[in-house]
């Protein structure tokens, strides 16, 4: 039985041979569980057509046929949630697609925090986020070179979102220069840059056995007293009250552009800098004539010392000759590591000055330092150095402007759904990796608004449980980010903490997370 995996527009085949032979198991009925060996053998692996990346949608085809019979690979199960991101995270695939998704041509999502009118020049740029309880916390920076004071020219403010409203909250001590924005809580140091302007990268809420001296910190961009310009550590008992250090820079090299996470795998700091390197026949000399942007790693243990800048990401063949890697965003999707890939290039009639041009490629990584660029062809159209959080089940970023804050709403990163076939409906089919079934049952995010959504339940060797089969559990005409999964009134508890996969045939409709949680 033979499979193929095709990629639209595709570009090379190297690559492609290399992603096909990671999906497919020797001898197996579609795509392989994502740690499965990338070894293969002479018989094994099935015939490749000459393909490569994808510009921005991934297509898996079962030749005709092949359904519903289909053997699937012995595994252990996986914990939920399932976030459907890219075909090794589906298996028996029938003409599934995997599409990120875009804001680009849809209506600015709402202002939640205007700048003030007086003031046409200033703009807010987020900078992090933090779910609690009662809300989110959001700091962000306040920009306005027209400002006399030049230490209020860029300075951390702080708000929160509570239903839905942007509020400030009340502080006991505020450097505002402001009445109507009494939410500043950081303003640059008082000496002279050598390098770039006050900037905050990220604020962590340090993980447990790691916050001994505060339980927030910084990596902020700024002048110290001796030396030159560059990073900073900052911390904090409560996220607004900042403890500084600027004696001297942890870190110089010329690029304030970088992003900050925990790795709780490693137990480590990760640090995500654009590196500059040599590139003497620049095509378009900008204010960095002879230098190239690329996106480089480091790592610490205590956010004091860190490791040189090791690249890990740069433009390659398949990227317009211009491209430079500006900023890479990361975040935890699931099991893995998602990432915003701000692309730049200079503007070829403006020489020696900053360009004006970025777009965002979405990118995914198992270990955060390889990285799978399968959506190269799509500009998500949005970028924000906040991380992603959740309102009524949907990921929320927070970006900023002239015009103020905003609050971005996606039902998904990407779309899982059927390849559109001109003059026929889109239909697709696949089969989850194991998992067991969970205590409060499970909830689907999808979208089936214009279309239908079946699901069955099966055992470990797929064969489907009596009683769930997918006639019994049919969603037409609806969508939804927590939608319980049902069939017609079976009793779960025969099921619980059992082994089981779920098989999903999709008339016209996506699939994006499965979960056992309403509220994740």
């Known amino acids: ?260 996470i925990w790795n709780e795998r490693a137990r480590e700091y990760w640090l995500y800098q654009t590196k500059l390197e040599d590139w003497p026949d620049k095509p378009y000399p900008d204010n960095l004539e002879k230098w190239r942007r690329v996106i480089s790693l480091r790592h610490s243990r205590d956010l004091k010392s860190w490791s040189p800048q090791e690249v890990i990401l740069r433009p390659d063949e398949q990227d317009p000759k211009a491209r430079e890697f500006y900023l890479l965003k990361v975040f935890k999707c699931g099991s893995r590591f998602a990432g915003l890939l701000m692309r730049y290039k200079a503007d070829p009639d403006r020489p020696r000055k900053h360009g004006s041009h970025t777009t965002t490629e979405l990118v995914l990584s198992d270990d955060g330092v390889h990285w799978r660029r399968s959506f190269r062809g799509v500009d998500v159209g949005f970028w924000s150095y906040a991380d992603a959080f959740r309102q009524d089940g949907r990921f929320c970023f927070v970006t900023g402007g002239r015009s103020g804050l905003r609050i971005l709403t996606l039902q998904g990163l990407v779309a899982c759904g059927a390849q559109k076939k001109e003059g026929r409906p889109a239909t697709a089919s696949f089969v989850t990796h194991l998992f067991r079934f969970p205590e409060p049952g499970l909830f689907l995010n999808f979208d089936a608004s214009k279309g239908v959504l079946n699901a069955e339940l099966l055992d470990e060797k797929g064969n489907p449980f009596p009683g769930f089969t997918a006639s019994q559990c049919q969603f037409e005409a609806v969508t939804g980010t927590a939608v319980p999964l049902k069939w017609r009134n079976q009793d779960f508890s025969q099921l619980k903490n059992r082994p089981m996969r779920l098989r999903f045939v999709l008339k016209n409709a996506s699939v994006y997370a499965l979960l056992q949680n309403a509220s994740i």
């Open 1 to 260: 039985m033979r499979r193929m995996l095709f990629y639209n527009e595709l570009r090379t085949t190297r690559a492609a041979a290399q992603v096909m032979r990671r999906m497919f198991h020797p001898g197996g009925a579609g795509v392989s569980p994502a740690n499965s060996s990338t070894e293969t053998h002479a018989g094994e692996t099935p015939a490749l057509p000459r393909a490569s990346l994808s510009r921005g949608v991934i297509f898996l085809l079962l030749l005709p046929g092949l359904l519903p019979s289909f053997s699937l690979r012995a595994e252990s199960p996986v914990p939920l949630p399932f976030y459907f991101l890219e075909p090794t995270d589906v298996l028996a695939a029938s003409n599934v697609s995997f599409q990120a998704n875009s804001v680009l041509g849809q209506p600015p999502p709402p202002i939640l925090w205007p700048t003030p009118k007086d003031k046409p020049q200033c703009s807010y740029a987020p900078v992090s986020s933090e779910q609690r309880t009662d809300g989110v916390r959001i700091w962000y920076e306040r920009i306005d070179a027209s400002e006399i004071e030049e230490t209020n020219q860029r300075v951390l403010c702080v708000g929160e979102i509570k239903q839905g409203k942007f509020v400030i909250p009340k502080l006991e001590h505020t450097l505002s220069a402001w009445p109507r924005e009494p939410n500043v809580i950081m303003q640059r140091s008082p000496y002279r840059s050598t390098w770039g302007g006050f900037n905050v990268h990220q604020i962590l809420e340090r993980p447990k056995g790691e916050d001994q001296a505060a339980p927030y910190a910084m990596i902020y961009w700024d002048q110290p007293r001796k030396g030159d310009a560059g990073g900073l550590l900052a911390i904090s008992q409560n996220g607004l009250d900042w403890e500084t250090s600027t004696e001297t820079a942890l870190f110089t090299e010329h690029n304030d552009a970088y992003t900050l």
